[in-house]
C-alpha cells in the first residue's frame, strides 16, 4: 500500500525536512507517537468476505508481508511525498529496484538506452542478465543528450541513468533528456541515489521514475539494505505492484523501519555532507599530487552550471585521481592513500554518516572489462571518497598522510 493513512501531511504544502520527519505516518489504536515496527507475515481479516476482497485488491489493507506492511507502506509514503511522485514500491536493494523495474515494464525483444557511466553491478544486471532473455541494451554518454537520441531504436521502451553518476559525478540534463525519451516514447528512469530528494526531485525536471538504493544516504548510517522505485501510480501500483507481488524482491518491515528513522535526519546530513565534501574537493584541487578532481559544485566540473540548475547542492561525493608515471604507478599510488587513512574506512558502499574511501578500478566496477573502464572514464589512479559527518580538518588530515607520501 503506498497511500498516506492517518496523515494529514499535503506533500505540496510541507518543506521537505518536514516530511521527512513526518510524511506517511501511521497510527495504530494505541496511538503512538514514533512509527511502529510490524515484524508479521501476515495479517488477519474479520470475516471471510474481508478476507477476499483484500485479496482482490478490491479494498485497501493489508495481506501478506511480501507486498503489504504496515511499516514498509510508511517508507513508501514518505519517500514518495519527499520525491514529490503519486506512489512508491520498496524492495530489498537498489538493485532489486532496478530488476523490479525492468521485469515490470519490459520483455524480450525491447531496448534499453542507458548511460554508460553507472554502477557496475547496473551494466553486468542489463547486459549480463537481461540480455540473456531478450532485452538489449546501448550504452551512451550521458551528458550528451544527443547520443541518447542517436541510440533510439524502434524498441527502445525505457532511458536509464544516474546524475550524479557513479563514480566521476558525471551530471545529466533531466529536462534534455526526457524530452528525448518523451519523442521516443520510452520511459525516463533516474537513479536519485547520490542527490537524494533533498538536493534533487528527478520528476520535476520531466523524469517518470526515480530509483533509489534506500542503502545509501536514506538510511543514512551503513545499517540496512533497502530500494525503491517512485512514480505516477499508474506505473507503481499497474506494473511494478503486482510484479513485486508475485516475486517477492521485499523489503522487511525491520529494514523500512530503520530507514525511516534515517530519513528524519536526511536533510540536515545532506546539507552537511555536500559542505564538507565541497571543502575537501576545494582543497585537493590544490594538491600537487592530485590530477584532477571530480564535484559538481566545483567550478571546473564539465556540468557545473546543470548541476546547480536542477540540483541544491554537490552531494557527498568527491572523486579524485592521483598522479602517476603509469597506469601501474597511478593504481599503486592510489591504494598508498586508501591505506595510509585512519578516519576514513576502506568499503564500497557511500551515504554513511562514516566516510568511506575504494579505489572503484578494481571493487565497485572491478568486473568491468578494460575497454568498458575507459569509456566511463574509470581509470587506475581514481578515488572514489564519500563524505560523512566527521571534522572537515580530520578528513584532511587523513588523506594529506598518503597524498604526501605519493611517489610521483
Request: glycine share 8%; net charge negative; with cysteine.
Given at each position: ?346 568499503t564500497g558502499n557511500l551515504g554513511d554518516t562514516r566516510t568511506t574511501i575504494t579505489h572503484p578500478s ?47
Amino acid at each position: 500500500m503506498t497511500t498516506p493513512q492517518n496523515s494529514d501531511l499535503n506533500p505540496d504544502q510541507f518543506g521537505l525536512d518536514t516530511l521527512g520527519v513526518r510524511a506517511g505516518t501511521l497510527r495504530s489504536e494505541f496511538m503512538e507517537h514514533s512509527e511502529a515496527l510490524y515484524l508479521t507475515s501476515s495479517f488477519c481479516f474479520d470475516n471471510s468476505a474481508e478476507a477476499a476482497h483484500r485479496f482482490a485488491n478490491a479494498e485497501e489493507g493489508f495481506v501478506y508481508s511480501r507486498f503489504t506492511n504496515p511499516t514498509v507502506a510508511m517508507f513508501q509514503s514518505r519517500l514518495a511525498a519527499l520525491e514529490g511522485g503519486e506512489a512508491c514500491m520498496a524492495v530489498a536493494s537498489g538493485m532489486s529496484a532496478i530488476m523490479s523495474l525492468v521485469m515490470a515494464t519490459l520483455q524480450a525483444g525491447d531496448h534499453i538506452v542507458s548511460s554508460q557511466s553507472i554502477f557496475g553491478s547496473t551494466i553486468q544486471m542489463f547486459s549480463g542478465i537481461f540480455g540473456r532473455f531478450g532485452i538489449e541494451t546501448t550504452y551512451v554518454d550521458p551528458t550528451k543528450p544527443e547520443a541518447w537520441r542517436a541510440a533510439v531504436k524502434p524498441n527502445t521502451k525505457l532511458f536509464f541513468l544516474e546524475t550524479p553518476s557513479n563514480p566521476l559525478t558525471e551530471v545529466s540534463d533531466i529536462r534534455a533528456i526526457s524530452a528525448v525519451a518523451k519523442e521516443a516514447g520510452a520511459l525516463l528512469a533516474v537513479d536519485n541515489c547520490f542527490c537524494t530528494p533533498i538536493l534533487q526531485r528527478p520528476l520535476e525536471h520531466g523524469a517518470d521514475i526515480v530509483i533509489h538504493s534506500a542503502t545509501k544516504h536514506l538510511d543514512g548510517q551503513g545499517r540496512v539494505l533497502g530500494g525503491a522505485i517512485v512514480g505516477s501510480r499508474e506505473l507503481i501500483m499497474g506494473k511494478v505492484f503486482p510484479f513485486v507481488r508475485q516475486a517477492g524482491p521485499t523489503l522487511s518491515a525491520f529494514n523500512a523501519w530503520v530507514i525511516l528513522k534515517g530519513m528524519e535526519t536526511l536533510a540536515i546530513r545532506m546539507e552537511r555532507h555536500s559542505a564538507s565534501a565541497l571543502t575537501l574537493a576545494t582543497w585537493l584541487e590544490s594538491h600537487p599530487n592530485v590530477e584532477r578532481v571530480y564535484h559538481p559544485a566545483l567550478p571546473s566540473h564539465p556540468q557545473h552550471a546543470i548541476a546547480m540548475r536542477q540540483q541544491s547542492g554537490g552531494g557527498a561525493i568527491v572523486s579524485f585521481v592521483v598522479r602517476g608515471a603509469s597506469p601501474e604507478a597511478q593504481r599503486a599510488n592510489a591504494w598508498r592513500v586508501i591505506d595510509s587513512t585512519k578516519v576514513c574506512s576502506i568499503t564500497g558502499n557511500l551515504g554513511d554518516t562514516r566516510t568511506t574511501i575504494t579505489h572503484p578500478s578494481t571493487t565497485t566496477h572491478g568486473r568491468m572489462t578494460a575497454e568498458a573502464k575507459a569509456a566511463a572514464g574509470i581509470s587506475e589512479g581514481l578515488i572514489r571518497l564519500a563524505v560523512g559527518l566527521e571534522s572537515v580538518a580530520d578528513l584532511q588530515a587523513d588523506l594529506a598522510r598518503g597524498l604526501d607520501s605519493c611517489e610521483i
